[in-house]
């Protein structure tokens, strides 16, 4: 029975993803900040463990208690969204300790066990930001675009040992929560300055009134499938939106 780390499983992708690779089968270590009960379906085949992406001591910690692991899913991340020259610099190197040196940190801690073994997936969560240029996103996008060029260097390093690097690129969800969590750390004022006002308000109006967006299952289950891709594809977008964008791009 295969094992997947999964973290950020507190909401949204992260805990969906993590109930759809317990529903497969799979043995889940599903990791938490501050972990929470009830969160996820208790099980012998599920455990939640702290684990802080940005704390070094922690990932080791994290790690030695899940054991040996066959799959892991960077799914923990910062959203922020903002006009960038409202955008404090301190939530600047937040949003980047979080989304780009915690997947890093994360990956060449597991990588050891990977290559040693012969075998392995690192899925890297990104976001469909990637595929087109979308205002008040400077930071956030930034952040994943960086992972982005991460992992495609990083699947030619691991191939000769047989691991393997994948990225999922999820649309906009409504139910995650995303616009509130992405004030945080800046109030809204600060973060879309009185000059940009309308500008901002034009943008927000547009997102808001597409057509189509992306479910939380449509990214757990595009995680599972480049967990078990065969055929060397790199990047899976995910979700209606996000598949949209990239048949455009």
């Given at each position: 029975?295969?094992?997947?780390?999964i973290?950020g499983?507190?909401?949204g992708?992260?805990?969906?993803?993590?109930?759809?690779?317990?529903?497969?089968?799979?043995?889940?270590i599903?990791?938490?900040?501050?972990?929470?009960?009830?969160?996820?379906?208790?099980?012998?085949r599920?455990?939640?463990v702290?684990?802080?992406?940005?704390e070094?001591?922690?990932?080791?910690?994290?790690?030695?208690?899940?054991?040996p692991?066959?799959?892991?899913?960077?799914?923990?991340?910062?959203?922020?969204?903002?006009v960038?020259e409202?955008?404090?610099?301190?939530?600047?190197?937040?949003?980047f300790?979080?989304?780009?040196?915690g997947v890093?940190?994360?990956?060449?801690?597991?990588?050891?066990?990977?290559?040693?073994?012969?075998s392995?997936?690192?899925v890297?969560?990104t976001?469909?930001v990637?595929?087109?240029?979308?205002?008040?996103?400077a930071?956030?996008k930034a952040?994943?675009?960086?992972?982005?060029g991460?992992?495609?260097?990083?699947?030619?390093?691991?191939?000769?040992f047989g691991?393997?690097?994948?990225?999922?690129e999820?649309g906009a969800?409504?139910?995650?929560n995303?616009?509130?969590?992405?004030?945080?750390?800046?109030?809204?004022?600060?973060?879309?300055?009185?000059?940009?006002?309308a500008?901002?308000?034009?943008?927000?109006?547009e997102?808001?009134?597409?057509?189509?967006?992306?479910?939380?299952?449509?990214?757990?289950?595009?995680?599972?499938?480049?967990?078990?891709?065969t055929?060397g594809?790199?990047?899976?977008?995910?979700?209606?939106?996000a598949?949209?964008?990239a048949?455009?791009?």
């Amino acid at each position: 029975m295969k094992t997947v780390l999964i973290t950020g499983t507190s909401s949204g992708y992260g805990r969906e993803t993590a109930r759809y690779f317990h529903a497969q089968g799979w043995n889940v270590i599903a990791t938490m900040r501050t972990p929470r009960t009830g969160v996820l379906p208790e099980s012998d085949r599920l455990r939640v463990v702290e684990l802080d992406v940005t704390e070094p001591g922690s990932i080791s910690a994290a790690l030695e208690a899940a054991g040996p692991v066959d799959v892991l899913v960077n799914n923990a991340g910062v959203p922020s969204i903002g006009v960038f020259e409202g955008t404090p610099m301190a939530r600047v190197r937040e949003v980047f300790e979080t989304n780009t040196f915690g997947v890093m940190a994360m990956t060449q801690a597991v990588l050891p066990r990977f290559r040693e073994r012969g075998s392995g997936v690192v899925v890297n969560v990104t976001s469909s930001v990637v595929l087109g240029h979308m205002p008040l996103s400077a930071v956030y996008k930034a952040s994943k675009m960086a992972v982005e060029g991460f992992t495609a260097s990083l699947a030619l390093e691991l191939a000769p040992f047989g691991v393997q690097a994948k990225t999922v690129e999820p649309g906009a969800c409504l139910t995650t929560n995303f616009g509130h969590r992405a004030t945080q750390g800046g109030s809204p004022d600060e973060l879309v300055p009185a000059p940009y006002a309308a500008f901002a308000k034009k943008v927000m109006e547009e997102f808001t009134g597409q057509d189509v967006y992306t479910r939380e299952s449509d990214v757990a289950e595009t995680v599972w499938r480049a967990a078990h891709d065969t055929t060397g594809q790199l990047r899976f977008p995910a979700g209606a939106d996000a598949v949209r964008l990239a048949q455009a791009k």
